[in-house]
């Protein structure tokens, strides 16, 4: 049987030749077209292009996701396409501003740094969540380093660049096994207590909050971008698919998974460029997939966010928290952020930031800065 017919992702990997930084393409409901639209910022920055229809289609595993759809359409060269070995070859160097790997006991993380060990403003540790990686964390971290703080943006294992174990072998994707990890890379970075802590996110994101939860003394301050926080927070269909026998095991392995789930929950398009980092560890092996799949089924939701909850709550929680919200975040409302604080209104401030989504450190960096730089 020939190859190609044993190996079907390729089909849905094709990359079309890289856009210019001030254009993206935009998606239309009805049917697939390319249209080159001018972005705008502040301060000269580049600004992704709104999604016009951000509908969730379970089984539209390409053509739902706007940066997506351009990965599927034909060059206007053919000869500059080309097979998976060649994708690969293009963007294998991207998206590790920054970074390094790390050996913390037997697992190989891939950590971000900026700024130096004697900065005067002090140590942040900046945690991501599920299925992203620290990468969205670059520009908020590399001008917070300009501001005079040290800054730590780690992979998760079984995310980004950092080691998928196979579950069994070593790591079995369990919030124990994800803590004990966290505290060994800790011990290895020689980060002293207590630092400031930054989590956004689902899943792995979660898993920084009971992190904290169980640590307060290592943490001066802790800002939390979105984040279920609690009982009644939604799950997001990607989630509920991977829970899902068979089907999970068929989700996890879409390349694009990561990047489609970012725009679904932002009002933006991500760059070809940017989606091209967020497709890449998907793309370059099964590990990623089955990792992000072994870490949604075992996770219990509603543990979680108890345990959430209740331990921000007001008697149990008494580390300055400061929420910093995207208001267009199509996962999380605003009305959970609200209900977060109003546990704790002494220790907890929410501080909105409009015109982000779910990622505000990717959506509007410069805002999330701003809020950090304030609170710290």
């Not at 998206?95 to 900026?114: A, C, M, N, P, Q």
């Not at 994800?178 to 899943?203: C, M, N, R, W």
């Amino acid at each position: 049987m020939p190859l190609s017919l044993l190996s079907p992702l390729p089909l849905l990997h094709s990359f079309s030749p890289t856009k210019s930084s001030a254009s993206r393409i935009r998606a239309t409901p009805s049917r697939l077209r390319l249209s080159v639209v001018k972005a705008t910022s502040e301060k000269g920055s580049s600004r992704n292009v709104p999604e016009d229809d951000p509908s969730f289609n379970p089984f539209g595993f390409v053509t739902d996701n706007p940066s997506s759809r351009s990965a599927i359409q034909l060059p206007e060269s053919p000869a500059e396409d080309g097979n998976v070995g060649q994708m690969l070859y293009r963007t294998e160097d991207k998206g590790r501003e920054f970074g390094s790997t790390i050996k913390s006991g037997k697992l190989r993380w891939f950590v971000r740094e900026t700024g130096s060990k004697e900065s005067r403003r002090g140590t942040v540790v900046f945690l991501h969540g599920a299925p992203t990686q620290s990468f969205s964390y670059r520009t908020v971290m590399s001008e917070m380093s300009e501001f005079g703080f040290h800054c730590y943006a780690p992979d998760w294992i079984g995310f980004g660049f950092s080691d998928k174990p196979q579950p069994g072998y070593g790591f079995n994707y369990t919030e124990k096994e994800y803590h004990e990890a966290f505290d060994k890379l800790l011990d290895t970075l020689e980060i002293k207590s207590p630092f400031f802590l930054v989590v956004q996110g689902f899943l792995v994101g979660s898993y920084g909050l009971t992190w904290a939860l169980k640590n307060p003394s290592k943490i001066e301050k802790i800002a939390i971008l979105n984040t279920p926080l609690t009982v009644s927070s939604p799950v997001p269909g990607l989630f509920k698919q991977l829970r899902i026998p068979l089907f999970g095991e068929f989700t996890c392995q879409n390349a694009i998974l990561a990047e489609r789930f970012i725009e679904g929950g932002s009002p933006y398009v991500l760059k070809n460029e940017k989606a091209d980092v967020y497709r890449l560890p998907y793309l370059s092996s099964g590990g990623p997939g089955f990792a992000l799949l072994e870490t949604a089924k075992k996770i219990n939701f509603g543990d979680t966010l108890g345990q959430i909850a209740n331990g921000f709550s007001s008697g149990s929680w008494d580390k300055p928290t400061l929420l910093a919200w995207g208001i267009a975040d199509k996962y999380l409302s605003q009305s959970i952020a609200e209900e977060f604080e109003k546990q704790n209104p002494q220790n907890v401030k929410l501080r909105l930031i409009e015109g982000a989504g779910h990622l505000p450190q990717e959506d509007w960096p410069e805002k999330v800065v701003a809020a950090l730089r304030s609170f710290f």
